[in-house]
């Protein structure tokens, strides 16, 4: 099956600074691929995602890059604020399968 | 007008006994999911269904069991709770974008934090 690493485990920034996550993954089928944000008590919420055929999309402050040859992907955070704190997963599946979890990314934006 | 949504959003309850968590989507969707999140917070599948059919059923002891009595439905029923089930447990729920080309957008529930003690 599918198995997605996610690194780094925390990640700490300065407000206003950028921030990046990587996610490497092991099923070349996989073809969808998203980024989920948890807030503390909160339920995990889609915040982007990107299919295997496009290799970067954007959507204000955030982007995420896809290398499908090195099979890894990235989130990009710019101009972080403070309501960017939060857990971020990385995702992964193929077909009709579900969705495999990186083990997540604790982000601290300090003020 | 919750997407998703679980009751109870807690439970507390000793080893042994059974509980029922329920989750319901008005989003139309035609699958649904139940995942397991450890205190680690790693996400893992449980179960899928699309349509009320199991579509998926990952490694779980038998003493889980989900039931979907329509498509807007994924209850999970737990028997002789051990202190290991201690977890927050989430629903989603998601749309074939295109017929079997895998579905899009997972849309998840507030979670269910179940303590076993």
């Known amino acids: 099956g599918e198995n997605v690493e996610q690194h780094p485990s925390t990640l700490s920034v300065q407000e206003g600074d950028s921030a990046v996550i990587k996610c490497t993954y092991s099923d070349s089928a996989s073809n969808y691929f998203p980024w989920y944000k948890q807030e503390l008590g909160k339920g995990p919420q889609l915040i982007i995602d990107i299919r295997s055929n496009v290799g970067e999309k954007k959507d204000q402050r955030i982007a995420v890059t896809l290398n499908k040859t090195a099979k890894h992907f990235s989130l990009h955070i710019t101009e972080t604020q403070p309501e960017d704190s939060a857990v971020y997963f990385c995702?992964?599946?193929?077909?009709?399968?579900?969705?495999?979890f990186g083990s997540g990314t604790r982000l601290q934006v300090q003020p | 007008d919750t997407a998703v949504s679980q009751t109870p959003k807690y439970l507390v309850t000793q080893m042994g006994n059974d509980k029922s968590i329920k989750c319901e989507q008005n989003?139309?969707?035609?699958?649904m999911y139940w995942y397991k999140q450890d205190s680690k917070k790693f996400l893992k599948i449980m179960f899928s269904y699309n349509n009320k059919e199991l579509i998926i059923n990952e490694t779980v002891p038998n003493r889980f069991s989900p039931k979907s009595p329509d498509k807007a439905h994924l209850n999970l029923h737990i028997n002789s709770l051990e202190l290991g089930d201690s977890a927050v447990y989430f629903c989603?729920?998601?749309?074939?974008?295109?017929?079997?080309?895998?579905?899009?957008?997972?849309?998840f529930g507030s979670g269910t934090r179940l303590t076993v003690v």
């Open positions: 989003l139309g969707h035609d699958t």
């Open positions: 995702a992964a599946a193929a077909g009709r399968r579900a969705l495999t």
């Open positions: 989603a729920s998601s749309q074939e974008v295109v017929v079997g080309r895998g579905t899009y957008g997972y849309t």
